[in-house]
């Protein structure tokens, strides 16, 4: 994890543990005092603690470990071991994600097998590598994402907030703020804090970082994976006018037969169902969604039944992407909110067109937006909007690589233009010939395009080019083009005519398992009428 040098970090002593405060503001920015042990005491700058902002006096001989004390009079929470230990790891660790910040960056993590069951005691040493965050530019210290989520670092692309991270010294991420990060749809890691990450050289953006945790399901290998069996979409309505989404699964443990049955909403157990029993399951199901609306007005929607199969599969992959609380315009899902809140009586009301709207889906169409808003999105005529006034859900920004997922080789081809390779990791590709998806991030200068998919063919590559209609130009008239963009949540997403708004991750998937209606053949007929459109304005 890094190298230690002596003249930085002297061997340690018998009493380095009440020496914790090894980061200090100086200028403004969190600075490690080792920096300045080269300087001659009298000259050093002043530098105050980070915690409570109080003028703080560097410690840099060659005995004891570097360290900033407080006046014997302060009372500072950094002067507690476990606070300092914090806090050093969270500014040593937002340093290096700071330094190593742009387009290419990259966070790989290191996750553990969490063995057969979450209450067992066997201890499995199966790791898996993945990508958690990719293309920041920007990192926070404690800053606030709404009146009560706060992480220790947050990833910023632009002003979007792509990632969090918490660093754990004695306690864990509460179940309160894993619900909050859920409903921010923000991915999270736990770091176990350690005296090694306090040091600037102390871990290096090159190397995976082992991680206490992280969002979503317990990762499993191939022996210990609980299988999925079900999975539902919950809609919870309070009377405030907040609205939240929850994501139920059913898995099965043990072995072949199944000798139980797992119930989780989001990453929380809610129970398990030994030996398994399907009955059980539907009462934890009925009184956890009981617990959930938290006040007399409050009440829930699931017009579905269980979902089986690939559906299952889709819902907790694609409906994790809906859980924001307030929102003004329908879903583009294929699980559409029904009621809504008028404000003037402040109650929720079912539209007349929502009523007979349910949730289950045939399994060839699980990727599709919901009928209901296609009906609904067929009698608005859709133009791209000025540039500096994108107000539909669809073309509220730009579309950028990063938006269909972690899990895909990409490469830069040129300014604005990223190549992501969906024939590769990421899910099991049945793609014949090679598949990619070309992402146009902003408008291209005459022949880029056109060079670009020469040397695509020429690689024999079957390219499906994504850019928003504001960006698209006579070059991609004969290509395979969708409309692409991200929507008021910054989440990214793709429009097919006549088959419905995909989110990013979805799409890519889809275009890896080879959806026929997602072929280069496919999409030129379903776009064909735009694309018309499009060139018609430009003539």
């Known amino acids: 994890m890094g190298t230690k040098h002596p003249n930085r970090w002297p061997a340690a002593g018998a009493d380095d543990d009440a020496l914790g405060l090894a980061w200090v503001i100086v200028g403004g920015q969190p600075r490690h005092v080792s920096e300045f042990a080269h300087i001659e005491p009298r000259h050093r700058p002043a530098a105050l603690c980070p915690a409570c902002g109080a003028r703080v006096t560097l410690k840099l001989g ?8 407080h006046a014997s009079e302060q009372r500072c929470p950094a002067t507690h071991p476990e606070t300092a230990l914090h806090l050093g790891c969270k500014l040593a660790f937002a340093a290096a994600l700071r330094a190593a910040a742009g387009s290419n960056a990259l966070l790989s993590i290191v996750r553990r097998c969490a063995g057969a069951t979450d209450f067992s005691p066997m ?30 670092i947050v990833l910023h692309a632009g002003e979007t907030a792509i990632a969090a991270i918490e660093i754990v010294v004695s306690n864990a991420v509460s179940p309160d703020k894993e619900r909050a990060l859920e409903r921010l749809g923000l991915p999270w890691i736990e770091l176990a804090a350690s005296a090694g990450r306090t040091v600037p050289e102390g871990w290096t953006i090159t190397e995976p970082v082992e991680v206490l945790r992280a969002s979503g399901a317990p ?20 009377d405030d006018g907040a609205r939240e989404r929850f994501i139920y ?39 956890d969604v009981k617990k959930l609306e938290r006040t007399p007005g409050s009440f829930a929607d699931s017009p579905m039944h269980w979902a089986t199969g690939d559906a299952a599969e889709n819902v907790v992959e694609g409906a994790l992407f809906d859980r924001v609380g307030r929102d003004p315009t329908p879903l583009a899902t294929t699980h559409p909110r029904r009621w809504y809140f008028a404000s003037a009586t402040r109650r929720w009301f079912l539209p007349a067109d929502m009523r007979d709207v349910r949730w289950d889906r045939a399994p060839l169409d699980i990727f599709a937006a919901h009928p209901a808003w296609r009906n609904a999105n067929a009698r608005v005529a859709e133009r791209p909007a000025p540039e500096g006034g994108w107000r539909t859900p669809i073309f509220a920004g730009r579309p950028h690589g990063a938006m269909f997922g972690y899990g895909w080789p990409t490469r830069v081809a040129g300014d604005g233009l990223v190549v992501v390779d969906v024939s590769g990791k990421g899910v099991k590709a049945q793609t014949e010939p090679h598949r990619a998806i070309v992402v146009v991030e902003h408008a291209q200068a005459a022949g880029v395009v056109q060079a670009l998919s020469r040397s695509l063919e020429r690689e024999g590559v079957d390219a499906t080019w994504v850019s928003h209609p504001q960006d698209w130009s006579p070059e991609m008239a004969p290509l395979a083009w969708a409309a692409g963009g991200r929507d008021q949540r910054g989440q990214g997403v793709v429009l097919v005519d006549d088959l419905g708004v995909f989110r990013g991750e979805a799409f890519a998937k889809a275009v890896a398992r080879n959806d026929r209606r997602l072929s280069g053949a496919a999409i030129r007929r379903a776009m064909a009428g735009r694309v018309e459109r499009l060139a018609g304005r430009q003539q």
């Open 219 to 238: 990762w499993r290998c191939v022996i210990h994976a609980a299988r999925l069996l079900a999975a539902r979409v919950v809609d919870v309505y309070h």
């Open 123 to 152: 201890t499995c040493h199966e790791t898996v590598i993945s990508d958690f965050a990719r293309g920041w530019n920007r990192v926070t210290v404690e800053q606030g994402l709404d009146d009560r989520t706060r992480p220790d």
């Open 249 to 287: 699964r059913v898995t099965r443990l043990g072995d072949e037969n199944g000798d139980a049955l797992r119930l989780q909403r989001g990453g929380i157990e809610i129970a398990v169902v030994a030996p398994a029993s399907a009955e059980h399951v539907r009462e934890a199901f009925a009184a």
């Open 62 to 69: 060659d005995v004891r470990r570097h360290h900033a004390a």
